[in-house]
Nanobody, 123 residues
């Protein structure tokens, strides 16, 4: 079993940057593909990006491509989401998720979820 805890959220002005972190428990972190999702009030959960088990492959949603970067440090059981050039429409609760063996675009395929961290971008 994996427990995930996100941190690093906060309030920032448009154009600013934030780095979210996700700390995972357990000794098998490297066996999990990791994903980042977000959910704004009244909207469905949205795919932000994902990273392979070794960190060598990443994919991003169209709305964040070129602005957000996912990385991971398996030695520290950490995954990161670097967010640059933030826009008001990026305001949401951000979640990290773990999927045993692979990574996916679909939220339903992830086995474990963190509690989320709020990101608020003002114009």
């Amino acid at each position: 079993q994996v427990q995930l805890v996100e941190s690093g959220g906060g309030s920032v002005q448009a154009g600013g940057s934030l780095r979210l972190s996700c700390t995972a428990s357990g000794r098998t972190f490297s066996m999990y593909g990791m994903g980042w999702f977000r959910q704004a009030p009244g909207k469905e959960r949205e795919f932000v990006g994902c990273v392979s088990r070794d960190g060598g492959t990443t994919y991003y949603g169209d709305s964040v491509k070129g602005r957000f970067t996912i990385s991971r440090d398996n030695a520290k059981n950490m995954v990161y989401l670097q967010m640059n050039n933030l826009k008001p429409e990026d305001t949401a609760v951000y979640y990290c998720a773990a999927s045993y063996g692979s990574y996916y675009f679909e939220a339903v395929k992830y086995d474990y979820w963190g509690q989320g961290t709020q990101v608020t971008v003002s114009s």
